[in-house]
């Protein structure tokens, strides 16, 4: 079955500190695609990046980074120096052809970044 | 401007009444889905449609029903709503199936009393 675990329920950290944000999915295809959305206080879903499964590279985006690890089946996402404004709820999501057109999502993390 | 519009955004509604929620997006996207958010379960997926006149279960169907005549609009309909349909719901678009950027709307947060 496709699954995707967020442990982390809540996490809160001081602005300035760096904060990583834990996934780890499960899936028997060997083709498939992990994504993070964000979800502000407003309540909209904002898409960060999507990753192949083939493309183990890991990807920097100004603060944001992410750490995608098949052997661990994990696809980490880390803020660096957080603000106040990175305060929302963080989903990692799998797609893949065994749970056919399917998105599925993590519980989520609340990330909490205090002045 | 690319979106994905859904409405009502708020909706108190009683037990048994009808509703539909609508959901409309301008970028000739193939794929629509319907999601619903709980508190503690993430994001479930309610419907999706791959194109005009297609559509299939998601892992939460039940209670649900959902229509795509046509390419922009995916309506999510409660026949007869009950209190555990109170929950955050989102539509969904994506140029791509599995693999695309999924665009959501603002969500639309219904209460069934």
């Known amino acids: 079955a496709q699954k995707v675990t967020q442990a982390q329920t809540e996490i809160s950290v001081v602005e300035k500190e760096d904060v990583t944000l834990d996934c780890v999915y499960e899936?028997?295809?060997?083709?498939?695609?992990l994504f993070w959305y964000k979800q502000p206080p407003s309540g909209e879903l904002v898409f960060l990046i999507r990753?192949?499964?083939?493309?183990?590279q890991n990807e920097i985006s100004g603060r944001y980074s992410w750490n995608f690890q098949k052997s661990t089946s994990s696809f980490n996402f880390t803020i660096t120096a957080s603000q106040v404004v990175d305060s929302a709820v963080y989903f990692c999501?799998?797609?893949?052809?065994?749970?056919?057109?399917?998105?599925?999502f993590g519980a989520g993390t609340i990330l909490r970044v205090k002045s | 401007e690319a979106q994905v519009t859904q409405n009502p955004r708020y909706l108190i509604t009683v037990t048994g009444k009808k509703l539909t929620v609508t959901c409309s997006q301008n970028?000739?996207?193939?794929?629509m889905s319907w999601y619903r958010q709980d508190p503690g379960l993430g994001l479930r997926q309610i419907y999706y449609?791959?194109?005009?006149?297609?559509?299939d279960k998601g892992d939460v169907p039940e209670g649900y029903k959902v229509s795509r005549k046509e390419k922009r609009n995916f309506p999510l309909i409660l026949e007869s709503p009950s209190p555990n349909q109170t929950s955050l719901y989102f539509c969904?678009?994506?140029?791509?199936?599995?693999?695309?950027?999924?665009?959501f709307g603002e969500g639309s947060r219904l209460t069934v009393l």
């Open positions: 969904a678009s994506s140029q791509g199936f599995f693999t695309g950027e999924l665009f």
């Open positions: 449609s791959m194109n005009v006149e297609v559509t």
């Open positions: 970028m000739n996207h193939e794929y």
């Open positions: 999501a799998l797609s893949g052809m065994e749970y056919g057109n399917k998105l599925v």
């Open positions: 899936t028997r295809d060997t083709t498939y695609y």
């Open positions: 990753r192949n499964s083939f493309d183990e």
